[in-house]
């Protein structure tokens, strides 16, 4: 039950971040595509992550967040077992927001 305690973890994480001064940013999303993935670029360090935690918050208070920068996450291979486990820490949430997803394969 390792990915469990992991997102656990992950989901105080969250909660903590939506805690911190933001500053709001006005964002309009082409019409036509509210159901695709969504994809937030730029540079490092410019706020991605917070902004993107924001803006799922906003949309789905109960969105399942998963952060794949946390080293025990690394070399993930039983990505079937990660769905299961947020499936059990966010109750079969509707939104999923995946950060930093491109380290894993």
Partial sequence: ???????QDQKREFKSLLDRPYV???MVIPLGIE????VVIGPRRAGKSIFSIHMASAEDPAC????FDD????????TDGLLAAMDAVYGN????LLDEIQNIP
């Fill in 24 to 26: 709001d940013r006005q």
């Fill in 93 to 96: 949430p509707r939104l999923l």
């Fill in 71 to 78: 080293e025990r996450l690394a070399g993930l291979t039983d």
């Fill in 1 to 7: 039950m390792i990915f469990h305690d992991i997102l």
């Fill in 64 to 67: 399942g967040y998963v952060n």
């Fill in 35 to 38: 159901d695709l993935a969504r």
